[in-house]
């Protein structure tokens, strides 16, 4: 296939917190490169996954969760969300099939209504409903918005993934290869190290420790003598009782922690991988520009 036939764009991936977004960007790259939770607005940047084949390069931009901004950062990933439909060339619209329409459904369906190009309705947990149901529910958003293309699926599962992403090569325009064909992110080793992390500690403390983490990576250093990496990161918190939350009794929640990142980090870098956290506390560290800076959450990016 000459390069004049290959086709290429952006696809944003947009939806209220925790329809599965990043399982779906997962599921479509083929491995992990946004962390998951049952947890609500686990997102905070835009990850972009790098989907390469013989027909072309979709870049999918996976978005926070489009919700009511309770702090700063909150702003910030809103505005992430609500940026990103305005710079590429497809969207795919989220929904969660099991939980029906919502507020946050509606609120998004407004900001779509101003979107010139092709919107898809993909209908998440469709094995968690009677096929029956699905008839309505797709009647239930169509009767709001018209949509290019209705494609039902199961992120976690992988049905009809595959024809989803047929249905995105459909419109997309002939265009370059914007990145290697064997890379799948457009993030840093350092970002998806502490995005890991995170992971960990949202899915260990369950409801113990809400959004108010972040993770520094402050070292990376590979040993010359073999193929070992030693990271050391940060698990910054809101309050001392997080913190205690977050070492546990007799440092077991960390040890735990750090157990199951390593294991994932491995995987990322191919190398043996020497992890040391430790914890320490900012106070209300969401609504302060400095430490939103300096983890990451950059708001003149946006």
Request: charged share 30%; glycine share 6%.
């Amino acid at each position: 296939m000459s390069n004049k036939e290959l086709k290429s764009g952006f696809v944003a991936i947009i939806g209220r917190p925790n329809v599965g977004k990043s399982t779906l960007l997962n599921q479509m790259l083929g491995q992990k490169i946004a962390i998951m939770s049952d947890k609500a607005q686990t997102t905070r940047n835009r990850i972009q996954g790098v989907y390469t084949e013989e027909r072309g390069q979709i870049v999918f931009i996976d978005t926070p969760g489009i919700h009511k901004p309770k702090h700063r950062l909150g702003d910030f990933m809103t505005k992430i969300a609500t940026t990103t439909l305005r710079e590429v060339d497809a969207v795919l619209f989220l929904v969660d099939a099991k939980e029906g329409r919502g507020r946050g459904d509606d609120f998004i369906m407004e900001r779509l209504k101003n979107v010139d190009t092709p919107v898809f309705l993909v209908i998440n947990k469709i094995d968690e409903v009677h096929p029956e149901e699905l008839l309505k529910i797709i009647e239930n958003y169509r009767h709001e918005l018209e949509f290019t293309e209705v494609v039902p699926i199961s992120a976690l599962h992988g049905n009809n993934v595959t024809t989803l992403i047929d249905q995105v090569f459909k419109y997309l325009d002939e265009g370059p290869q914007y990145y290697p064909a064997d890379q799948v992110t457009d993030h840093p080793e350092r970002f998806l190290m502490g995005e890991l992390i995170r992971e960990k500690v949202l899915h260990l403390t369950h409801e113990e420790i809400p959004h108010s983490i972040a993770v520094e990576i402050e070292q990376i250093k590979r040993r010359e003598d073999s193929n070992a990496v030693f990271v050391g990161a940060v698990i910054v918190v809101e309050r001392s009782s997080q913190k205690g939350i977050v070492i546990g009794k007799q440092g077991k929640m960390l040890k735990e922690v750090g157990r199951l990142a390593r294991e994932d980090i491995q995987a990322l870098l191919g190398s043996k991988v020497f992890l040391e956290l430790w914890v320490k506390v900012e106070k209300d560290w969401r609504n302060k520009p400095k430490y939103l800076n300096e983890f990451g959450y950059r708001d003149d990016e946006y």
